[in-house]
């Protein structure tokens, strides 16, 4: 017998601890991340999962009102949610859908959508709750496809490859540095950073994600899982990355961005180059370089072509972030 419980706060450490030992849970999934929105409530109906005792999943959710639509939403605060698990047999996945749509039904939901967690974060590969979805007729017709970078054994080989790839070698980006007078540092704020982002997403009709504040509060949050790199030329900051530390073998490249005017010294590259080192000695096995889809774009489906490709020179493969949505009758 499968117990379900709407999370309270009290709950938080309780749940917290078990995304750090589940199958697939990310930073994404904490409540202490899904707490941070500043300006964004949410109505949380986050539910918790037990046998005998104990969590066997949680799924992080809020209502969201969409026109006439009420649903039920894994998560509306993060890049993606859906069921995190351990140890889930087919009847115990089956199960516990049957029972976050008896849940949804109560509380009056029109729809019930959720992006599940990608493949790449899943520890044991284990596709058990995407069959269970399809099993139980939820749409899979929407799709994002992301970037994902494997941390190479030998570093300085994979650097030499990128070079090659982007028709470059280790020597040129070498000499822009020492030409350009570039520093990296790892800074604790994003004061330097913001304008940048705000500057490059208004040249796409977009904004950030995050608000200042926002990024400020979860960098409080977590001190050493949110981190900004960044690079300036004579002491202008010309670029920065924003990265999140999803879980103990994969990070996420969550911003990445340049002042225009510096386009031919290539930030973006020479970032990477720090980054790559760095996500070596802390053990990161993959980076999630991020989706590259056209903003506001009729089509979800439409891609930023070219971004794609800068982000294959650096021998990122692509991986999908299946969302899956279903109607509630009745």
């Given at each position: 017998?499968?117990?379900?419980?709407?999370?309270?706060?009290?709950?938080?450490?309780?749940?917290?601890?078990?995304?750090?030992?589940?199958?697939?849970?990310?930073?994404?999934?904490?409540?202490?991340?899904?707490?941070?929105?500043?300006?964004?409530?949410?109505?949380?109906?986050?539910?918790?999962?037990?046998?005998?005792?104990?969590?066997?999943a949680?799924?992080?959710?809020?209502?969201?009102?969409?026109?006439?639509?009420?649903?039920?939403?894994?998560?509306?605060?993060?890049?993606?949610?859906?069921?995190?698990?351990?140890?889930?047999s087919?009847?115990?996945?089956n199960?516990?859908?049957?029972?976050i749509?008896?849940?949804?039904?109560?509380?009056?939901?029109?729809?019930?959508?959720?992006?599940?967690?990608?493949f790449?974060?899943?520890?044991?590969?284990?596709?058990?709750?995407?069959y269970?979805?399809?099993y139980?007729?939820y749409?899979?017709?929407?799709?994002?496809?992301?970037?994902?970078?494997?941390v190479?054994i030998?570093?300085n080989?994979?650097?030499k490859?990128?070079?090659?790839?982007?028709?470059?070698?280790?020597?040129?980006?070498?000499?822009?540095?020492?030409k350009?007078?570039?520093?990296f540092n790892?800074?604790?704020?994003?004061?330097?950073?913001?304008?940048?982002?705000?500057?490059?997403?208004?040249?796409?009709?977009?904004?950030?994600?995050?608000?200042m504040?926002?990024?400020?509060?979860?960098?409080?949050?977590?001190?050493?899982?949110?981190?900004?790199?960044?690079?300036?030329?004579?002491?202008?900051?010309?670029?920065?990355m924003?990265?999140?530390?999803?879980?103990?073998?994969s990070?996420?490249?969550f911003?990445?961005?340049f002042?225009y005017?510096?386009s031919?010294?290539?930030?973006?590259?020479?970032?990477?180059?720090?980054?790559?080192?760095?996500?070596?000695?802390?053990?990161?096995?993959?980076?999630d370089?991020?989706?590259s889809?056209?903003?506001?774009?009729?089509?979800?489906?439409?891609?930023n072509?070219?971004?794609?490709?800068?982000?294959?020179?650096?021998?990122?493969?692509?991986?999908i972030?299946?969302?899956?949505?279903?109607?509630?009758?009745?």
């Open positions: 017998m499968i117990e379900i419980l709407k999370y309270q706060n009290n709950l938080q450490k309780e749940w917290d601890d078990f995304i750090d030992i589940s199958h697939n849970g990310t930073i994404f999934q904490k409540q202490k991340f899904l707490s941070y929105h500043i300006d964004r409530e949410f109505n949380d109906c986050s539910l918790i999962f037990k046998k005998r005792k104990k969590i066997i949680v799924f992080p959710a809020a209502l969201k009102e969409d026109k006439n639509n009420k649903i039920l939403f894994s998560h509306p605060g993060a890049s993606f949610g859906g069921i995190i698990y351990q140890n889930l087919f009847e115990e996945c199960m516990i859908i049957q029972l749509e008896n849940f949804a039904r109560k509380n009056s939901c029109t729809e019930i959508f959720l992006i599940q967690t990608p790449i974060y899943v520890k044991n590969n284990d596709e058990i709750v995407d269970c979805l399809r139980n007729q749409d899979n017709d929407e799709h994002y496809l992301s970037s994902i970078l494997p190479s030998d570093i080989d994979q650097l490859k990128i070079a090659r790839n982007k028709n470059r070698s280790q020597g040129y980006y070498n000499n822009l540095i020492k350009h007078q570039l520093k790892w800074v604790n704020d994003f004061k330097e950073f913001y304008p940048i982002l705000l500057q490059n997403k208004a040249k796409h009709d977009a904004k950030p994600t995050h608000s504040q926002e990024l400020k509060k979860l960098k409080s949050l977590f001190p050493d899982q949110i981190l900004q790199l960044m690079v300036s030329s004579q002491g202008e900051a010309i670029g920065g924003t990265i999140f530390k999803t879980n103990a073998r990070a996420v490249i911003y990445s961005m002042n005017n510096y031919q010294i290539q930030p973006i590259t020479l970032l990477m180059q720090h980054i790559l080192p760095w996500a070596k000695k802390n053990k990161i096995e993959l980076i370089y991020g989706i889809h056209q903003p506001n774009a009729e089509n979800p489906l439409d891609l072509k070219s971004l794609v490709r800068f982000k294959e020179e650096f021998g990122c493969f692509a991986s972030r299946n969302t899956y949505k279903k109607k509630m009758n009745g």
